[in-house]
C-alpha cells in the first residue's frame, strides 16, 4: 500500500510539471533557478560531512519541481494520455488467465486500487475485466475442444478452472451449451481433433 502510494505521488508530482506517459519530458525547463537548485542537489550528495543529507536533498528536489510547475503550461498539465496502465493490465491478463488470476491481482500489477482498474477497463474495453477473463477462458477452452482430443479434467486445469463442474458451468453460460456438446457440434462440421499427444 505505500509503495502504491508513493507510486501514485510520485507520477501526481511529474504531473504537475506537465510530464505524463504520452510527454515524457519537459522542454525549455533548465533556467538559472532550475540550474542553482540542481548544482545545490549535487553539493548536498558530495557532503559526506551533513547529519541531515537526506532531508535536504529530498527538500532540494521538492524546490526543483516548483520551480519547473511555476512555469508550466495549463495545456500541458491538462493534457490527457491514454491510460496505458489498462494496456498492460489486458496484456497482463492475457498472458496470465489461466494462473488462478484475480482482478485485484491484476490491479495491483499495475498500481491502481481494484475499483479504479475495473471501471476504467470497463470504459475502455467496454466488458469488465472479470468477464475478460472468462472470456479469455473460453476461448482458449473452444480451442482445445476443436482441436484436441483432452477430456474436459485436463481441459479445465489448463484454462485455470478448480475443477470440471466450474468449468462446465461458465462454459454453459457463456455459449449456450456444455462442452460436450461443444466439441460434439463441431465435430459434425468437419473439425478434425489433434490427438493430444501430438501437443
Same mark, same amino acid.
Given at each position: 500500500?505505500l509503495?502504491?502510494?508513493?507510486t /501514485?505521488?510520485?507520477? $501526481?508530482l511529474?504531473? $504537475? +510539471?506537465g510530464i %505524463? =506517459?504520452?510527454s515524457?519530458?519537459?522542454?525549455n525547463v533548465?533556467?538559472?533557478g532550475? @540550474? &542553482?537548485?540542481i548544482? =545545490?542537489?549535487?553539493e548536498?550528495?558530495n557532503?559526506?560531512d551533513?547529519?541531515? =543529507?537526506?532531508l535536504?536533498r @529530498? !527538500?532540494?528536489?521538492?524546490?526543483?519541481?516548483?520551480? !519547473?510547475?511555476r512555469?508550466?503550461?495549463?495545456?500541458?498539465?491538462?493534457l490527457?494520455?491514454?491510460?496505458?496502465?489498462?494496456q498492460q493490465g489486458?496484456?497482463y491478463?492475457e $498472458?496470465?488467465y489461466?494462473?488462478? @488470476?484475480?482482478?485485484?491481482?491484476?490491479?495491483?500489477y499495475?498500481?491502481?486500487t481494484r475499483?479504479? /482498474?475495473s471501471?476504467r477497463f470497463?470504459?475502455? /474495453?467496454?466488458?469488465?475485466?472479470? #468477464?475478460?477473463?472468462?472470456l479469455? #477462458? +473460453?476461448k482458449?477452452?473452444? $480451442?482445445l475442444?476443436e482441436?484436441t482430443?483432452h &477430456?474436459?479434467s485436463i !481441459?479445465?486445469?489448463? +484454462?485455470?478452472c478448480p475443477?470440471?463442474?466450474t468449468?462446465?458451468?461458465?462454459?454453459k %453460460?457463456t455459449? *449456450? !451449451?456444455?462442452p460436450?456438446e461443444?466439441?460434439?457440434?463441431?465435430g459434425?462440421? *468437419?473439425?478434425?481433433p489433434?490427438? =493430444? &499427444?501430438?501437443l
Open positions: 500500500m509503495l502504491k502510494k508513493k /501514485f505521488e510520485s507520477l $501526481r511529474l504531473e $504537475r +510539471i %505524463k =506517459s504520452c515524457p519530458y519537459a522542454a533548465l533556467h538559472d532550475v @540550474l &542553482n537548485h548544482r =545545490s542537489l549535487f548536498l550528495a557532503d559526506a551533513q547529519s541531515d =543529507s537526506d535536504s @529530498l !527538500i532540494t528536489c521538492y524546490r526543483i519541481f516548483e520551480v !519547473i510547475s512555469r508550466t503550461s495549463d495545456t500541458s498539465r491538462q490527457v494520455c491514454p491510460d496505458y496502465w489498462l489486458k496484456e491478463m $498472458r496470465h489461466s494462473d488462478h @488470476l484475480s482482478v485485484e491481482q491484476v490491479a495491483d499495475v498500481h491502481v475499483a479504479h /482498474f471501471r470497463h470504459q475502455e /474495453f467496454g466488458v469488465p475485466p472479470a #468477464k475478460y477473463l472468462q479469455l #477462458k +473460453i482458449e477452452a473452444k $480451442r475442444l482441436q482430443d &477430456n474436459l !481441459i479445465a486445469q489448463t +484454462i485455470g475443477d470440471v463442474f468449468f462446465s458451468k461458465m462454459f %453460460k455459449e *449456450g !451449451i456444455s460436450r461443444y466439441r460434439l457440434l463441431k459434425e462440421k *468437419g473439425a478434425v489433434v490427438p =493430444s &499427444n501430438y
